[in-house]
Every structure is written in C-alpha cells, then in structure tokens.
C-alpha cells in the first residue's frame, strides 16, 4: 500500500490498571500544567469521562478508568 493513502490515527494509550486523570496527564502530556491536561484529557474522553456520572455512589466507583479504555492523548484531528 502506498504511503500516501494512509491517513494519520488520532493518538491514544490504553491507560494501565488503577490510572487516575493526572497520572495520565503527568505521563503523557508532561509540559501542560496538570489542573489543564486533566481537564484536556477529559474533554477529549468525554466517553470515558462521562461514565464516572453514571456509577456514582456506588462501591468502587471511584476510579472509572479501566484498563480496557481507550484514551485520546490529543485533540480531535481536523477534518482534510
């Protein structure tokens, strides 16, 4: 396959077992202030993010990062 047909995947980690917001912002984006690659980091997750909603108040539902998630590590690629 010719190079030019392939096109760039957005940036993403599969975050490890027990990873908070900030140990994934501290990791992966380590030049941006932590409150600020947090808040990054969900704004692109909201599929992640948004769960934690869901299963609040309920035993072990403090952590909702799983290892299974797939976390974007950068903003939406624009449209070409």
């Known amino acids: 396959m010719a190079v030019e047909g392939l096109s ?9 077992e027990g ?34 909603a869901a299963g609040m108040g309920r035993a072990g539902s403090a952590n909702p990062i799983l290892p299974s998630d797939v976390i974007f590590v950068e903003p939406p690629l624009a449209n070409r």
């Open 19 to 52: 990873d908070t917001w900030a140990e994934i912002a501290g990791r992966e984006l380590p030049g941006v202030a932590e409150d600020q690659a947090v808040s990054q980091l969900q704004s692109w997750n909201l599929h992640v993010f948004m769960r934690a």
């Open 8 to 16: 760039r995947v957005r940036k993403s980690i599969l975050p490890f």
